[in-house]
């Protein structure tokens, strides 16, 4: 029937009439299908902004005297609540702390040990190889504890959320005096605008002056939460500082073979590029 | 010949000095890059730090 | 995108001129007042040695020794928040915010608000206000602290 009609620019016409239709339908059905952006500003998440960390940047590692701090701040403040299981003692030797103190700090604590000769159960003085003690035996207990939220484990927190350090700070910072009017939580929630949704079970926990610095610092609330978001980006990248010096070298190496293979393709090249191919016409 | 065109002589040692000049090209660039890596980071690294606290200059005999 | 940024701001480092004379001030105020308290401490020690060491010792060491800043510990996020909140560019946003808390406020305390079909929270304003402050404090912060 589209042939029956004869001349080839009424073909085209109603060609492009049908396209245009199709295509015009498709994008009003289902423009709003296409993308995932379902949620509301608070459902999301407030944004949180960037801060000047040290460790930004292709070459920048981190500060360790944060790290040092950020880790008195986790053991004082949050290892109440949350665990930090991918981290062992050893871990933080040469990195915040000397080998001697960090025995210090697990001798403290004790360990099960190997069952005795008539198989009964003790416990041992923590060594290096030992990892960071959780807070709770298990889920359950966490649970109890919290009116049924889990505090999750933080050794990964910082590549495990959007946003990275930025939203770790914010939230720790953000926790406004009161929620915004009209806001109605669940009870024994909290309001925070940067955690998706904005009501979070944890509360408050960083305030002035918290904590006690060895080095004199003062213990402000953003100075805090600064060095343990520090502390737990070390804890989630401990590689962070050698990853930057072996992009460095990578970045050197690569870039410098390029442009050598440039160099020597236009070398090996330059017969053929300059050759003059002359044609004489057969003499008749 | 000249010393440079010698080397291509024989294929034994063109592969040796390639060899020999990676390996030590290796340990002068490592170094080269972790001198300016620590120097650009300076007062930020472990290294740095460790001094700076009461404690850590007491009891920093044995290791890092 | 990132890369090429942090290459740039290798190559050529951003400093914030502001912050060194606001701190080279508050030092210059805070030696000042310090060797005040200093010689307030020397006179009120030898006082004290001549009276005897009892009560008050503590107390006025204590206010004296601990304190680095002339009064408590302010931190500066506190202090960017306030300031940031002040500039006229999110004024408005501040002003919106309070219109909106009023309006929901009143909304809610009439009678028939459980039953509403739809009620209004101020997230949105809160949010606008937020991410004004966040601009501000956001480039400025790090440099206040250690």
């Given at each position: 029937m589209f042939r029956a009609v004869s001349t080839p620019l009424a073909q085209k016409f109603i060609t492009g009439a049908v396209a245009t239709t199709g295509l015009g339908a498709s994008y009003l059905l289902y423009q709003d299908s296409i993308?995932?952006?379902?949620?509301?500003a608070a459902e999301h998440g407030l944004h949180p902004p960037a801060y000047g960390w040290?460790?930004?940047?292709?070459f920048e590692t981190f500060d360790h005297a944060s790290i040092r701090r950020g880790f008195q701040v986790y053991r004082d403040v949050c290892a109440a609540c949350h665990?930090?299981?991918?981290?062992?003692?050893?871990?933080l030797v040469g990195v915040s702390h000397t080998a001697s103190e960090a025995k210090a700090f697990c001798e403290e604590l004790e360990y099960d040990d190997e069952p005795d000769d008539e198989g009964a159960p003790r416990k041992r003085p923590g060594k290096l190889a030992d990892y960071l003690p959780s807070p709770y035996e298990n889920e359950q207990a966490a649970r109890a504890a919290n009116q049924g939220a889990l505090p999750p484990d933080l050794s990964l927190i910082v590549k495990a959320r959007h946003g990275a350090c930025d939203y770790i700070f914010s939230l720790l910072?953000?926790?406004?005096d009161e929620p915004p009017a009209g806001v109605v939580l669940p009870p024994g929630s909290n309001y925070n605008p940067y955690f998706p949704g904005g009501?979070?079970?944890?509360?408050?926990?960083?305030?002035?002056?918290?904590v006690e610095y060895e080095d004199g610092t003062p213990a402000t609330t953003s100075q805090m939460a600064k060095d343990v978001t520090t502390f737990l980006n070390w804890a989630a990248e401990p590689e962070h500082d050698d990853r930057k010096k072996w992009g460095l070298k990578a970045l050197i190496v690569t870039s410098s073979l390029y442009l050598v293979a440039i160099w020597v393709k236009r070398f090996k090249w330059q017969p053929i590029k300059n050759r003059k191919i002359r044609f004489d016409p057969p003499k008749k | 010949m000249s010393f440079i065109a010698s080397l291509f002589q024989r294929n034994s040692i063109y592969v040796a000095t390639i060899f020999g000049g990676a390996f030590a090209f290796q340990g002068f660039f490592d170094v080269a890059v972790t001198k300016w890596y620590e120097n650009h980071n300076k007062g930020k690294l472990w290294h740095d730090v460790k001094g700076k606290f009461l404690d850590g200059g007491d009891e920093d005999e044995d290791d890092e | 995108m990132s890369f090429l940024r942090d290459l740039i701001d290798f190559a050529l480092p951003v400093a914030y001129a502001e912050e060194p004379e606001n701190e080279d001030e508050v030092e210059e105020s805070a030696k000042v007042e310090e060797e005040e308290e200093a010689e307030a401490e020397d006179q009120e020690e030898a006082v004290e040695d001549a009276e005897g060491d009892d009560e008050g010792d503590d107390e006025d060491e204590d206010d004296e020794d601990d304190e680095d800043d002339e009064d408590e510990l302010k931190d500066p996020l506190d202090t960017l928040r306030d300031e940031c909140q002040e500039t006229s560019a999110c004024k408005p946003y501040v002003h919106h915010f309070h219109e909106c808390i009023e309006r929901v406020t009143k909304e809610m305390e009439e009678e028939d608000y459980e039953s509403k079909h739809y009620k209004e929270d101020c997230v949105e304003e809160f949010f606008h206000l937020q991410h004004c402050i966040n601009d501000c404090v956001a480039p400025k912060l790090f440099h206040k602290l250690k």
């Open positions: 993308t995932a952006n379902a949620m509301t040290s460790h930004n940047g292709m665990s930090l299981d991918r981290i062992a003692w050893r871990n910072t953000g926790y406004p009501s979070i079970a944890m509360g408050r926990v960083l305030f002035d002056e918290l | - | -």
